[in-house]
Antibody, heavy 119, light 111 residues
Framework: EVQLVESGGGLVQPGGSLRLSCAASGFAFSDYWMHWVRQDPGKGLVWVSR????????TYADSVRGRFTISRDNAKNTLYLQMNSLRAEDTTVYHCAREAYSSYYFDYWGQGTLVTVSS | QSALTQPASVSGSPGQSITISCTGTSSDVGGYNYVSWYQHHPGKAPKLMIYDVSYRPSGVSNHFSGSKSGNTASLTISGLQAEDEADYYC???????????FGTGTKVTVL
């Protein structure tokens, strides 16, 4: 059974940092592109970042480029999102998602981890 | 990259059919057959309901169906059930560097 389990969320002050993790199981993690998607209040689901199966290619949404870094450890079957210079507007639930192997959609998602940026 | 446009809310009585629209542009919905739909109950993982415009993953009820015409995709829920009450999001492949764009989301209420 495919499982994606996020962790690492919490309360952080503006300007602070947090690292999210997404532990994957039940599939060949190193074969799949992976994404982070967040639920922006009033906007719904918003794509944040993606990483290629080997980690060699990464892309970011304009709103987080230069502040967030996506990475992965295929030996540990884990996806990461390093979040720096956090702002109040980054407060939301962050989901990791697996991109389908042969098309463009997300076939599995995690339940999400809540990040709260507040003083 | 602007979000795809969905109605904020749609409601129906049990057994009725409802349709959720998802409007984009020729750079996303209209240009590719890569529209997908997700059901999201708050606090849970989003669930894939439709992919590649009209295909249902294994295990998804056949009372969910998808279609597309021009720059607008649609999700139809036939025979609405109480458990269908959730938020629904469309997503499309886009020619922009982000590769994906999400819809604004639709809250489905079963009356």
């Amino acid at each position: 059974e495919v499982q994606l389990v996020e962790s690492g969320g919490g309360l952080v002050q503006p300007g602070g940092s947090l690292r999210l993790s997404c532990a994957a199981s039940g599939f060949a993690f190193s074969d799949y592109w992976m994404h982070w998607v967040r639920q922006d209040p009033g906007k719904g689901l918003v794509w944040v970042s993606r990483i290629s199966s080997d980690g060699g290619s990464t892309t970011y949404a304009d709103s987080v480029r230069g502040r967030f870094t996506i990475s992965r450890d295929n030996a540990k079957n884990t996806l990461y999102l390093q979040m720096n210079s956090l702002r109040a507007e980054d407060t939301t639930v962050y989901h990791c998602a697996r991109e389908a192997y042969s098309s463009y959609y997300f076939d599995y998602w995690g339940q999400g981890t809540l990040v709260t940026v507040s003083s | 990259q602007s979000a795809l446009t969905q109605p904020a809310s749609v409601s129906g009585s049990p057994g009725q059919s409802i349709t959720i629209s998802c409007t984009g542009t020729s750079s996303d919905v209209g240009g590719y057959n890569y529209v997908s739909w997700y059901q999201h109950h708050p606090g849970k993982a989003p669930k894939l309901m439709i992919y590649d415009v009209s295909y249902r993953p294994s295990g998804v009820s056949n009372h969910f169906s998808g279609s597309k015409s021009g720059n607008t995709a649609s999700l139809t829920i036939s025979g609405l059930q109480a458990e269908d009450e959730a938020d629904y999001y469309c997503t499309s492949y886009t020619s922009s560097s982000t590769r994906y764009v999400f819809g604004t989301g639709t809250k489905v209420t079963v009356l």
